[in-house]
């Protein structure tokens, strides 16, 4: 697979350089140097240290885009004499060049830490297409180095920027470094979407560069997602702009995608030719990602087609280029095809060497891809968490407003009031003024405000207990709020882990349902063997009975064993679904003497299953009352089965050099000690010599012979007890006497 991402943008303009030097120059490259020399000449006459000269120099080192040396220095000078002017559109402009070019370079801490002073420099002006080049500039450095979430944020911080902008060229760069954010974290859909949207911009920008990157990047998220037909629309018109704009690097990018598609397809008829036109201009181009993904793909071919030589060849053409490149996932693939080529021809040393190196970029792979699913999962948790929070602000925005609305009611029904009050005062005073005469009316008018006045306070205390009741249900919703809050992020925790359990669970499915066909289809063939021996086999002659009778137990007995065996293994894809359905990933209060025994003990009886011969001592110390830890015991459990199977390895391995009195033992002891818990593991093996202690927890580091150590139990050991649960994972050993594994744990982990 082979994206168009920004860092391939690079690579293309720095090759496209070097063919344009080794022709000699063509007419593109003189006009390009005739521009430099004019822009040179004019900053020569050009003396003043104004605005002016600014711009010039960022018009020269757009044309040194090419000539990363070169562009910074410019970049340096319009840095320093646009803050000596105080010109702060020129800095901002000026630090983003200069941290571009420290991106091309690849010198990604220089390019953050610049390009931050650019994006402080550009909110202070308001200039939207300067915020949104800044921000796609340090998302691209995030992606570029495995940020996925940081990139993702400011790439959608810049096309907001952008959209308001109404730049559709910078927007569709944009929305295609967001899909490829996507396609790295391995969801698909959404980098589908997001080209989708990329390439209608990129059409209204009329690019065609930027229509074939589109085409390109829309092409591979179809076939990723198994839609053959529409990755091959999109892989043509891709082609068909290539081949417009004469573009030797984009015509072999889009051919040697064709011919991986149509490898996949088995059409190896449209394979070889388009393969090795890519693979001829990768190397005229000095693409080494291209000579590796060309090679790879010829080598596939040619294994499919049986012609193991040729798939060996380019095979081990496109294995070194990969290691040389450090590209993994051609490195893996290539030494898949190796391996199966040299078993082919039966040298079978070499097929196992380059099946294990296989099987070490396929794990390391799947790591990688499993930690970006992590990644996408966590972002999307924080995501929905953001929108969560701000629904919930405007809720409460619109409770407040309501409660506002109401006391203003209150409050104008109140001056109402008061105005009545006011204006009924008026009218008695007037008519007090008016008949002073009729005493007994104004008496009989004094009682009826004096009983309004009354109804009034009773109103009042009415209000009152009104106003408390709606601070008592005000207190009520709110601790409703926080209730519902809290059991949201629960819900969102649990679904997490859900989905992994459910990764788990389904790969052990998918094993299980190939095991039931070898379990049933042995039984079944036992019934047929004992149905022939009561049928057909009896109307042989004597002579060949008793040869055809032995053929049938030898193959009744071989059966047997595959059943049983097959038996096994469905107990070992039992015991992952099990395993998926406890496994929390939580830290809850484990008694850690119960764990460590049951592990002991699970450890040794797996190996008895495997040796029936092999008896050890084992010596149990436990700290009595121990108090449970706060830990997350799967992980823990397998931490300690992991010590204990490279402890049974030891004793079982110097019991193999038959020692005089030597008996295999093997102690655990758990105590607690300044605040801390220690978990001891130690065995009267091999030992561990002086010059290795120090690599141990390297990952993919062992000592066992190839086939039987990956390398992984005490690296993903360390970092379980380090870095999940802070504790620390020590080792003492005396070659050739005892080896010592400690555990230590802080008691409030």
Not at 73 to 99: H, M, Q, S
Not at 175 to 202: E, T
Not at 489 to 507: C, D, N, R, W
Not at 665 to 683: A, P, Q, S, W, Y
Request: charged residues 25%; neutral net charge; contains cysteine.
């Amino acid at each position: 697979m082979r994206l168009y991402s920004p860092k391939k943008a690079i690579l293309l303009v720095v090759a496209t350089v070097c063919l344009l030097l080794n022709a000699g120059m063509s007419c593109l490259g003189q006009n390009k140097q005739q521009a430099i020399d004019s822009l040179q000449a004019l900053l020569k006459n050009h003396p003043q240290a104004d605005t002016s000269r600014v711009k010039l120099l960022f018009d020269l080192g757009n044309l040194y885009r090419a000539q990363p040396k070169q562009r910074r220095a410019v970049a340096e000078d319009a840095l320093t004499l646009a803050r000596k002017l105080r010109y702060r559109e020129g800095e901002a402009k000026a630090l983003f060049i200069l941290a571009d070019t420290y991106r091309e370079e690849s010198n990604f801490k220089q390019a953050l830490s610049i390009g931050q002073q650019a994006a402080r420099a550009a909110n202070a002006l308001n200039d939207l297409n300067l915020r949104a080049s800044v921000y796609e500039l340090i998302g691209d450095v995030h992606y570029f180095q495995g940020n996925y979430v940081q990139g993702m944020e400011y790439l959608l911080e810049a096309l907001k920027h952008a959209e308001k902008s109404k730049d559709e060229k910078l927007i569709a760069n944009i929305l295609s470094d967001v899909g490829l954010v996507y396609h790295s974290l391995g969801d698909y859909n959404q980098a589908l979407f997001y080209h989708l949207r990329a390439l209608k911009s990129k059409e209204r920008s009329g690019s065609k560069s930027g229509l074939f990157k589109g085409f390109n990047n829309a092409a591979e998220a179809y076939r990723l997602l198994g839609e053959d037909a529409k990755a091959i629309d999109m892989y043509t018109k891709a082609l068909a702009v290539a081949r417009e704009l004469n573009n030797s690097f984009f015509i072999s990018f889009v051919e040697s995608n064709l011919a991986n598609l149509y490898e996949k397809q088995g059409k190896y008829e449209l394979v070889f030719p388009l393969a090795f036109r890519a693979l001829a201009v990768s190397k005229e181009m000095d693409d080494q990602e291209g000579v590796a993904f060309c090679s790879d793909i010829l080598a596939r071919a040619y294994l499919h087609t049986n012609h193991p030589d040729s798939a060996r060849w380019y095979g081990l053409r496109a294995f070194n280029v990969a290691q040389q490149t450090g590209l993994k996932e051609y490195s893996r693939d290539a030494s898949q095809v190796l391996a199966e080529s040299y078993a082919r021809s039966s040298d079978f040393a070499r097929a196992y060497q380059y099946q294990q190196i296989y099987m070490g970029y396929k794990d390391s792979l799947l790591n990688e891809n499993t930690a970006k699913k992590v990644i996408l999962q966590q972002y999307n948790y924080d995501l929905a968490k953001k929108e969560s929070r701000i629904a919930l602000l405007v809720k409460d925005k619109n409770l407040q407003a309501e409660e506002a609305r109401r006391q203003r009611q209150l409050l104008y029904a109140i001056i109402t009031g008061l105005v009545l009050v006011v204006g009924l005062a008026i009218l008695l005073w007037r008519n007090n003024r008016i008949k002073q005469r009729a005493n007994a009316l104004l008496k009989r008018q004094k009682q009826e405000i004096d009983d309004q006045a009354r109804r009034l306070l009773v109103l009042n205390e009415e209000l009152s207990e009104q106003k408390e009741e709606v601070e008592t249900q005000r207190d009520e919703l709110e601790d409703t709020l926080i209730r519902l809050k809290a059991t949201q992020a629960q819900l969102i925790q649990a679904e997490k882990m859900a989905s992994l359990g459910e990764l788990t669970a389904g790969i052990a499915h998918e094993i299980q349902n190939p095991l039931n066909f070898v379990n049933n289809f042995s039984e079944l063939s036992v019934q047929l063997i004992d149905e022939l021996k009561e049928g057909p086999i009896l109307a042989l002659p004597e002579s060949e009975k008793a040869y055809a009778d032995e053929i049938l137990h030898d193959l009744s007995q071989n059966l047997q064993r595959i059943n049983h065996h097959g038996g096994r293994a469905g107990a070992i894809v039992k015991g992952m679904l099990q395993h998926s359905r406890t496994s929390t990933g939580q830290k809850e209060l484990t008694d850690i003497n119960a764990l460590a025994n049951e592990y002991l003990h699970l450890s040794y009886h797996g190996l008895k299953a495997q040796n029936d011969q092999f008896n050890a001592d084992l010596r149990v110390h436990l700290e009595p009352n121990l108090k449970k830890v706060e830990v997350i015991p799967q992980d823990i459990g397998r931490v300690l089965l992991n010590l204990y199977n490279n402890a049974f390895y030891a004793v079982l391995d110097k019991q193999k050099l038959k020692i005089a009195g030597y008996h295999p033992r093997i102690d655990v002891c758990t105590h607690t000690e300044n605040g801390k818990l220690e978990i001891r593991v130690k065995d009267n093996g091999t030992g561990i010599p002086k010059e290795i202690i120090n690599k141990i927890y390297q990952p993919f580091f062992t000592t066992k012979p190839t086939g039987e150590g990956t390398g992984l139990g005490l690296s993903l050991s360390y970092d379980i007890v380090t870095k999940v649960h802070g504790g620390e994972l020590l080792v003492e050993s005396e070659p050739g006497e005892y080896t010592e594994m400690t555990v230590r744990l802080p008691l409030g982990a």
